[in-house]
C-alpha cells in the first residue's frame, strides 16, 4: 500500500499530519508521506488521513 500526496492540490492545512502523524508530516506547508511502503498497522491511520483532507490530495491505493 502506498499514500500519494498531490503537492499542486495540498493546502498545507495539516489535518492529514494531526488524525495520522505517522504517516504524514507537515514539510514547508505541504504534507509529505514519511514512509514509502505503508504497513499494515498503518493502513487505517493512512486512510483516515485521506479521508479527512478537506481537497482530497491524497491518494491511498
Ligand atoms: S489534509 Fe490535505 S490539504 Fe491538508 S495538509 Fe494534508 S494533504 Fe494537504
Same mark, same amino acid.
Given at each position: 500500500?502506498? !499514500? %500519494? +500526496? /498531490?503537492?499542486?492540490a495540498c493546502i498545507? #492545512?495539516?489535518? #492529514? =499530519?494531526? +488524525? =495520522?502523524? /505517522? %504517516?504524514y508530516k507537515m @514539510? /514547508?506547508?505541504? =504534507? +509529505? %508521506?514519511?514512509? =514509502? *511502503?505503508?504497513? @499494515? /498497522?498503518? !493502513? *487505517? $491511520?493512512? $486512510?483516515?488521513?485521506?479521508?479527512?483532507?478537506? %481537497?482530497? !490530495?491524497? !491518494? +491511498?491505493s
Amino acid at each position: 500500500m502506498k !499514500a %500519494v +500526496v /498531490d503537492m499542486d492540490a495540498c493546502i498545507g #492545512c495539516g489535518l #492529514c =499530519a494531526q +488524525v =495520522a502523524p /505517522d %504517516v504524514y508530516k507537515m @514539510e /514547508d506547508d505541504k =504534507a +509529505v %508521506v514519511t514512509m =514509502a *511502503e505503508i504497513s @499494515e /498497522d498503518m !493502513a *487505517e $491511520q493512512a $486512510q483516515s488521513g485521506s479521508d479527512q483532507c478537506p %481537497v482530497n !490530495a491524497i !491518494a +491511498v491505493s
